[in-house]
């Protein structure tokens, strides 16, 4: 089966400081991808979305990066503040037009 | 416009016992998806529906039944509950089975006991 993970299942951060969130994918024919975030209690919450034929995506404080050649995938958050707290998690699409998730990171931040 | 909602929020059931989640969307979107999220785990597809009249199995549909009542609703079944199905349930929607985001309601939470 797919096999979508992160680097780091726990990320403090400085309320200020940037937060950089990884995501390693292991079949290189995925050509979409979903960055989420998941609050306590709540259902994930789309944040930033990337096709394969782009290396970089940005939105609001936030920015995507893809690097097909190592298959991994990058979620940098801008300035990050006390609700940016949340466990994130990529998702990656493969040919068969289902969906991999991965088991996310928890993000906290220090205010 | 409440996006996906789904209803109960929390179940306990005993082992043996039957229950029907519900989820409806009001966003017009054809396709509707079953995901459970268990610790440690990513979210894991139980049955999807393309459109109106179609349910296929995903990843993990043994136990589970679904119907897509109508392009609002998409309903998913436990005949007979057991410990294992004990998890956090999501659905979700899309406008197309493709490269779209899902929106996902709040989840059920259900324990068997």
């Known amino acids: 089966g797919e096999s979508v993970g992160l680097h780091l299942p726990t990320l403090s951060v400085q309320e200020g400081d940037n937060s950089i969130i990884n995501c390693a994918y292991s079949n290189s024919a995925s050509d979409y991808f979903i960055w989420y975030k998941q609050e306590s209690g709540k259902g994930p919450q789309f944040i930033i979305d990337i096709r394969s034929n782009m290396d970089k995506r940005q939105g609001q404080r936030v920015t995507v990066l893809l690097n097909k050649t190592v298959k991994h995938l990058s979620l940098q958050i801008a300035a990050t503040q006390p609700g940016d707290s949340a466990v994130y998690f990529c998702a990656e699409m493969n040919t068969g037009n289902q969906f991999y998730f991965g088991t996310g990171t928890s993000l906290t931040v220090i205010p | 416009n409440a996006g996906v909602t789904q209803t109960p929020k929390f179940q306990v059931l005993k082992t043996g016992q039957s229950m029907t989640l519900q989820c409806a969307q009001d966003?017009?979107?054809?396709?509707m998806y079953w995901y459970r999220q268990d610790p440690g785990m990513g979210l894991r597809l139980i049955y999807y529906?393309?459109?109106?009249?179609?349910?296929d199995k995903g990843e993990v549909p043994n136990g589970y039944n679904v119907s897509r009542l109508n392009k609002r609703e998409f309903s998913l079944r436990l005949e007979s509950a057991a410990p294992s199905q004990t998890s956090v349930y999501f659905c979700?929607?899309?406008?197309?089975?493709?490269?779209?985001?899902?929106?996902f309601g709040d989840g059920t939470r259900l324990s068997i006991l």
């Open positions: 979700a929607s899309s406008d197309n089975r493709g490269s779209q985001p899902q929106h």
């Open positions: 966003m017009n979107h054809n396709s």
């Open positions: 529906s393309a459109s109106e009249g179609t349910t």
